[in-house]
């Protein structure tokens, strides 16, 4: 936790602003640090020292929070995380009292799918808008490999099962990997147009607990674009960006998309709309930040709710004008992005 930085320069409004004018909007709220898969670009195989349960904010310190940020701060959007999000027992509840908030955000979460057949449909009574699914190869060996876990079909079935509850558009995440799985982009496209579902291609970014992330290890924007024109016409999609991550393109004139996210190599710093929460309690204002703010602490030490949103108000008001990949003296957060919430 560091302390809280100078704002007499601050505007007077209720919002998430920040010294270069940006405002967040966009919540992302970590539940757990935990994970049922071993990605091994993301943690080692025998896990990380998980977060001790203590730590972890409760259902009512999380709704408590969320509430906050929507109701006193702005907030639009809620996307719920990990870790794996649908490791958390209490998940129904929390999107439930998300939904009955006033104004009601859209709810959105990010999940590697392999429970997500037997509760999209729950999920989706409870309120949650859509989902994102995290999917990396289309073949099993290949997806053993990189998981160190043979579950690709109960992914397939989360997929489906997403559709079926209407938690649409189903969007599917993947990370291309030079030596690894570079040449999917072709066949990971033909497979989400063929069942519905809306690709985003991401560049691999350094969050890694070994800190192995090599730059040239990466798949850029511009090599996936070129693999897939290969195979399709792709025609920018019409219309402004705004703060969304990803560049959008139409799939043989539509209307049908692809996005690619160039967070390293085209990275959307300057319209940035994103806020985030730990599982554990902690408001971060990027992704790469070497340092939060400790909303926990201040829940539990009994502050009004006017208190907590000053010192998220304060976190916000402090942020880079961007992540610094690349740059002469850039380090990695000391958290893994399962740790930070994607």
């Not at 006017?306 to 850039?330: C, Q, T």
Request: a neutral charge; glycine letters at 10%; charged letters at 25%.
């Amino acid at each position: 936790m560091r302390a809280t930085p100078d704002t007499s320069a601050r505007p007077g409004t209720p919002l998430l602003v920040d010294r270069f004018g940006r405002v967040a909007t966009d919540l992302r709220v970590s539940l757990t640090d935990r994970c049922n898969l071993r990605c091994t670009y993301c943690m080692p195989a025998e896990g990380l020292d998980w977060l001790p349960k203590p730590d972890l904010l409760t259902d009512a310190e999380l709704t408590r929070l969320i509430g906050i940020a929507v109701t006193r701060l702005g907030v639009t959007d809620v996307r719920f995380t990990g870790g794996e999000p649908l490791l958390r027992p209490g998940l129904e509840d929390v999107v439930a009292a998300t939904a009955a908030l006033e104004p009601r955000p859209r709810i959105s979460m990010t999940t590697n799918g392999l429970t997500l057949a037997r509760r999209a449909a729950g999920l989706a009574a409870a309120g949650l808008d859509r989902v994102n699914v995290s999917l990396d190869t289309l073949d099993p060996k290949r997806f053993r490999e990189l998981t160190r876990r043979d579950r690709l079909g109960d992914v397939f079935t989360g997929l489906a099962a997403a559709r079926e509850a209407g938690l649409e558009p189903v969007k599917v995440n993947s990370v291309l990997m030079r030596g690894v799985n570079e040449d999917e982009a072709v066949p990971l496209l033909r497979f989400c147009l063929e069942h519905g579902y809306q690709l985003r291609f991401i560049e691999q970014m350094p969050l890694d607990p070994q800190h192995g992330w090599d730059r040239d290890g990466m798949v850029t924007a511009e090599e996936v674009l070129a693999a897939l024109r290969t195979a399709f016409t792709l025609v920018p999609e019409p219309g402004e960006r705004g703060g969304a991550p990803a560049e959008r393109w139409l799939v043989d004139g539509g209307p049908a998309v692809v996005g690619v996210i160039a967070s390293v190599t085209r990275p959307f710093c300057a319209a940035c709309d994103r806020t985030r929460l730990t599982a554990d309690g902690q408001v971060r204002n990027c992704l790469f930040s070497r340092s939060e703010t400790d909303l926990r602490a201040l829940l539990r030490g009994g502050a009004a709710d006017e208190e907590v949103a000053d010192l998220w108000r304060a976190n916000s008001w402090s942020k880079a004008a961007g992540h610094g990949i690349g740059s002469e003296g850039f380090s990695q957060p000391s958290r893994p992005m399962s740790a930070i919430g994607g």
